[in-house]
């Protein structure tokens, strides 16, 4: 790919002081079109088990089912790293003009951390707690970001991601009463609703979020679904101090620019995780699976 920039230095300037971006239109049709077909054969897949099924690399599940799932309702919550298993989703998260922009922002030499694909189905109550990214997958320094890749429209009614701008420059425990718990206490709850903003957008727009960057979502009050493709890249010189919370097949793939022999270390004061063996954060943060 060209890597060539893409994003204006607008839109750089934007990223860096808020936390966050939206790109519009960032993924084209057709290949959004290729990803859904993937998506309705793991659903047809999903009729198939009662329980949170498959398994990545690390022995947990890869396909998570919120409590009450039927074959008849199907309640699939999330795919882990569907790149490890899937072409179409390599080409969006390696080979696109999103990866050129993830370069813009934090590049020019960039990693494949892992991805997932979550979902919101109506009347599925799967909610997402105020966290911080870098909580889970602490690295030597802190150019890392998450892309949103919206598969379907994304309105509050259907419960869109919420981000708190300029909040990428604080720092918040993510423990409670000594135990990794993934999300922040929820005393600061009143005021990240009230500094939120709600991230609607369009199927095929991207959101860029800094690794710092306050963020969490609702339920689905809708009667439409809302999928949502993410992805975690860091610099090539930002190196982990844990194994990932959510380890690929890929992990650490250089997807552009050049290897870094040396690690960049940045200043900076930050929690280490405990392991936990929950198949996804949802659990971690207290959310029942199907069983």
């Known amino acids: 790919m060209d890597t060539k920039s893409i994003l204006s230095p607008a839109e750089i300037q934007h990223f860096h002081k808020h936390g966050y971006l939206i790109r519009k239109s960032a993924v084209e049709e057709d290949l959004l079109v290729e990803l859904d077909k993937e998506f309705d054969q793991w659903m047809e897949l999903c009729r198939m088990h009662d329980t949170n099924f498959g398994t990545t690399v690390d022995g947990k599940a890869r396909f998570d089912l919120e409590a009450g799932h039927t074959r008849d309702n199907p309640k699939l919550r999330r795919v ?6 899937s072409e179409k989703f390599q080409k969006v998260l390696w080979d696109s003009p999103v990866t050129d922009m993830v370069a813009d922002l934090i590049g020019p030499s960039i990693r494949f951390h892992h991805c997932k694909l979550n979902t919101k189905f ?23 970001l998450a892309i ?19 909040s990428h420059r604080d720092r918040y425990s993510h423990f409670k009463d ?27 727009d991207v959101c860029f979020m800094h690794t710092w960057a306050v963020h969490g979502s609702q339920s689905n009050q809708s009667d439409l679904a809302r999928r949502l493709l993410i992805c975690d890249y860091t610099a090539a010189d930002a190196y982990p101090l844990l194994p990932p919370a959510l380890p690929s097949k890929y992990t650490g793939k250089l997807v552009r620019g050049e290897p870094s022999r040396t690690a960049r270390l940045r200043e900076d004061e930050i929690e280490i995780r405990t392991p936990y063996a929950h198949d996804s954060f949802f659990g971690v943060q207290g959310q029942p699976s199907a069983t």
């Open 80 to 85: 882990a790293n569907p790149a490890d298993i």
């Open 122 to 144: 109506p009347g599925m109550e799967t909610v997402v707690y105020y966290h911080q990214d870098h909580s889970y997958d602490p690295h030597t320094n802190d150019d890392m």
């Open 148 to 166: 949103f890749v919206m598969l379907d429209d994304s309105t509050v009614e259907n419960g869109c991601l919420r981000i708190v701008p300029g």
């Open 178 to 204: 000594g135990e990794y718990v993934g999300a922040i206490d929820a005393k600061y709850n009143q005021q990240f609703d009230r500094n939120s903003v709600p991230i609607t957008a369009d199927r095929g």
